[in-house]
């Protein structure tokens, strides 16, 4: 089973920036889809960012052209560079496959303060 570990979370002020990391396990992590999510308090997780194999790239509108996701085939992590948050990034953000089929990580908070 893939396992997942998210960090570089934190509290940062409105229009900042942070840049979280996921590193996963298995040898699979090269080959496939990978994406980042957030869940909200009171709300349902939300798909926030996917990034192929191949590095082709797709974002939600709330977030395109302010988060960037990568991703370092080599080290098996996936990263997302967050900048010009709004408070409504508030969130714990998770990465998973693209269908999010893989064992749920425990997150990373994010909270940003006005």
């Known amino acids: 089973q893939v396992q997942l570990v998210e960090s570089g979370g934190g509290l940062v002020q409105a229009g900042g920036s942070l840049s979280l990391s996921c590193v996963a396990s298995g040898s699979i992590f090269s080959r496939v889809v990978m994406a980042w999510y957030r869940q909200a308090p009171g709300k349902r997780r939300e798909l926030v960012a996917t990034?192929?194999?191949?590095?082709?790239?797709n974002y939600a509108d709330s977030v395109a052209g302010r988060f960037t996701i990568s991703r370092d085939n080599a080290k098996n992590t996936v990263y997302l560079q967050m900048s010009n948050l709004k408070l409504d990034d508030t969130a714990v953000y998770y990465c998973n496959d693209g269908r999010g089929t893989a064992n749920w990580g425990q997150g990373t908070q994010v909270t940003v303060s006005s």
């Open positions: 990034i192929t194999s191949g590095g082709n790239t």
